[in-house]
Structures are given as structure tokens and as C-alpha cells.
């Protein structure tokens, strides 16, 4: 289960939706989640479907990796449909003890599933095609207005970025730790819940310590190289818009438009 978690994860390549400025790639990212929770029809879902599947081939990431991200949350995207469906009123269907199906719950049901999966996809997509650093400058410059009422800007996407990039490192190293913990005769599967947590105490702290070690390697290591935040920092890569930016932007600021239209 910990190796289908691909959030944070980056796929190298040469493609468009790679070549796009981080900052475009943030804010379609934005219009796509307005787009997923304004659409009411079902048309509407179908352009967002056939917009996700024309990204996904462009970037040539795969269907199999985002599907794969998929699987941790496949409980929550169940149990959200299942509270949807029964719990909604409306015209009857049918009925049986507590429970009451109507039209509008599996209307609703339907409609979340998709929303919940749309969302998920999108978002992975956008960091299996855009490297951390590339993301953070993204992400600082869109921020950059907020340095005039003295947010720390810079700090802030530094440590969104860092915390995307160690996301896959400290999966890795929970699958190690559990493997060894079972090499052992330790046993996270069976039992009460009480049990299962209790397992989980000899797989937690030896965890706490890895990542504490990693974030007091990390601060020495950017003490060494002489980081001081924002303050005198220059950029190797100066962010610059193109012409593929505009027309992208144009694009989803048309779907979003669109979406409301359908309404």
C-alpha cells in the first residue's frame, strides 16, 4: 500500500506540459478544482474527463501512475459515495432497514466519485511534471504580492517544496522500517485495532527519528552552501511567460467559464 502513495513524486521529461511555466501549471491547477466543483451536468464532467486524458496524454506521465495514486484513497472515495447515496434526499427508490436510496443520492454518489477522482488526478499531475524547485518558484512569485504585508513568502513555498520532495523519501523509508519490523515477528495486519495500533509504536518512533536526523542533515547541509532565505537570493532561471502559457491559461479560463454556463 505505502509503494501505490506517488504524491510528491516527479517524472522527468521533454514534453509540453513539462516545458509550461510552474506558475501556469499552479494556476490551471487552480481552474481545474473551481471547474470539478461548479460543474453540475453530466456534460460538464465529460469536458473535464476529456480535458484530464488529452493533459495526461500530452505529458505522457501514464493512466497506470495516477490510477495507482488511486489506491490509498479508494476507502475515502467508497465511504464518501456510500454517505452520499443514502443519505440524500429526494424521490425514493428503494429501501431496506435504515437505509433509503433515492434518485438524487445516486445522483450525488456518482457526482462526488467523479469529483474526488478528477481532483486527485489533476493535482498528481501536476507534480509528476514539475520538479520541486521549479514548483517553488511557481509557487513564490504567484505568492510575491504577499511580501508587501511582510508574509514570509519565500520561506513558505521553500517549505511546501521540501515537504513534496521528502514525501516518496519517507514512504521508502516506512516500507524499510515495517519490512525489517516483520523480518522480526512483527505483525501490522492481524489482530484488534488495539493490537494493530500498539504494532504500529516500534514502526513510529524509529520513523520520528529518520526524519528528524533527515531535517537536521538537510539544515546543515543549506547552513554550509550559506542559504539566508529570501534576503540577496538571485535566480539561475528567471521565469518568463511564453506564448504556450497564454494559450493554456485561455484555455482553462474558457472551461471554467464554460462549466458555469452549463450550470
Known amino acids: 500500500m505505502l509503494k501505490d502513495i506517488t504524491l510528491g513524486q516527479f517524472f522527468p521529461g521533454d514534453t509540453l506540459a513539462h516545458k509550461l511555466d510552474p506558475r501556469t501549471k499552479l494556476l490551471v491547477t487552480v481552474f481545474y478544482v473551481v471547474a470539478l466543483f461548479t460543474a453540475k451536468s453530466y456534460i460538464a464532467y465529460g469536458v473535464l474527463i476529456l480535458t484530464l486524458i488529452v493533459a495526461v496524454r500530452i505529458s505522457r506521465v501514464g493512466a497506470k501512475a495516477l490510477f495507482k495514486g488511486l489506491k490509498p484513497v479508494l476507502f475515502i472515495i467508497a465511504f464518501t459515495a456510500l454517505l452520499n447515496l443514502f443519505y440524500t434526499p429526494g424521490t425514493e427508490l428503494c429501501h431496506f432497514w435504515i437505509f433509503r436510496i433515492t434518485i438524487e443520492g445516486v445522483r450525488a454518489a456518482i457526482t462526488m466519485m467523479l469529483r474526488i477522482t478528477l481532483l486527485i488526478m489533476g493535482t498528481f499531475l501536476l507534480t509528476y511534471t514539475t520538479s520541486p524547485i521549479r514548483l517553488t518558484d511557481g509557487l513564490e512569485s504567484l505568492l510575491g504580492p504577499l511580501k508587501k504585508i511582510k508574509v514570509p513568502v519565500h520561506e513558505l513555498a521553500m517549505m511546501m517544496s521540501i515537504a513534496l520532495r521528502f514525501i516518496p523519501t519517507l514512504i521508502e523509508e516506512t516500507d524499510k522500517i515495517m519490512s525489517a519490523q516483520k ?51 538571485t535566480k539561475l532561471n528567471v521565469l518568463h511567460y511564453q506564448t504556450r502559457d497564454y494559450l493554456v491559461l485561455g484555455y482553462y479560463a474558457v472551461l471554467v467559464a464554460a462549466v458555469i454556463a452549463l450550470r
Not at 523480518?183 to 524509529?206: H, N
Not at 529518520?210 to 543549506?222: N, Q, Y
Open 183 to 233: 523480518a522480526r515477528g512483527a505483525d501490522f495486519e492481524t489482530g484488534s485495532l488495539m493490537q494493530r495500533a500498539k504494532a504500529l509504536v516500534p514502526l513510529l518512533v524509529p520513523l520520528f527519528v529518520s526524519a528528524f536526523r533527515r531535517a537536521d542533515e538537510l539544515a546543515t547541509a543549506m547552513e554550509c552552501r550559506c542559504y539566508h532565505g529570501d534576503e540577496g537570493r
